[in-house]
């Protein structure tokens, strides 16, 4: 399957809306103006570091390859998380491994997010998450109370499930099915390569593209509040620092109508 041509557009690190359509790179090639970020602990069980105290530098400003990128640094977990909230969307994010692990290769797009720092592992804000750890990239988690609907195939031991276009849709979340789905195809590129992620976001319903490839669809995104789901339709985007070094290249976004009907089939 064909790459996408990548972007040459910059970090997209302060969202200023949508006053026009087309992809729209807003990184101010300085600093993380637009975004707050928030620190875990050091140690399990331990005390947060807490909201834009970045003493460790998890996330900075960098040089690579001639451009200005994102590092994220990967050594303990942690968030940078818009400002702004966005709906009805398509996000465009270019990013590769770099050579530092502490734990493992992982990290996610975390999207819809919504409410306090810490709901969701003990660090992150309650959403949806495009996994981007290696081998799992594409995947669905449903993170803090989130919830949301996937047709899927369940493995023979129960303990996989796997997106499927004509599988039974299934609920996912705290106190659902499962809170992993799974995808079916794996489209990342060997580490050392760029991947090209785009997430399309309208009503309730989400697609996750990895390198051209569809791997999820999302329906009826809601979150849970007292046993019940209300529906979920936007948020403010989250990117994780979770045990491995990461250079974002580029992330952009646009306004659409409509998901692209070519990625539900």
């Known amino acids: 399957m064909k790459k996408l041509i990548l ?53 900075t400003v960098t040089e690579l390859e001639g451009a200005k990128v994102l590092r994220i640094s990967g050594e303990i977990n942690a968030s940078i998380a818009s400002k702004k909230e966005y709906r009805n969307y398509h996000i465009r994010m270019v990013f590769k491994w770099g050579d530092k692990m502490t734990t493992q290769f992982n990290s996610g797009l975390l999207y819809h997010s919504y409410g306090e720092f810490g709901a969701g592992l003990g660090v992150w804000m309650s959403s949806h998450e495009f996994q981007l750890c290696t081998k799992k990239m594409g995947d669905s988690y449903c993170m803090g109370k989130s919830y949301f609907e996937i047709p899927v195939v369940k493995s023979s031991d129960g303990k996989t499930y796997t997106y499927s276009p004509t599988g039974e849709k299934t609920t996912f979340g705290q106190g659902q099915t499962a809170a992993n789905g799974t995808k079916a195809v794996d489209f990342e590129n060997p580490k050392g390569e760029w991947n090209v992620i785009d997430l399309y976001c309208f009503g309730r319903t989400s697609v996750h593209v990895v390198n051209n490839g569809v791997t999820m669809v999302n329906y009826n995104s809601g979150k849970i509040e007292d046993g019940k789901v209300l529906p979920l339709t936007g948020g403010k985007i989250q990117i994780q620092s ?19 009907a070519e990625l539900l089939k």
Do not use: C, H, Q, R
Request: overall charge positive; aromatic content about 12%.
């Open 242 to 260: 979770e045990g491995g070094e990461l250079y974002v290249k580029s992330l952009e976004i646009e306004p659409i109508k409509a998901i692209p």
């Open 7 to 59: 972007f040459s557009g910059v970090l997209l690190i302060a969202f200023g809306g949508f006053a026009k359509k087309g992809m729209k790179p807003l990184f101010n090639g300085k600093d993380l103006e637009g975004w707050n970020t928030f620190i875990g602990p050091k140690e399990k069980g331990g005390t947060p570091i807490g909201l834009n105290v970045d003493p460790m530098k998890i996330f």
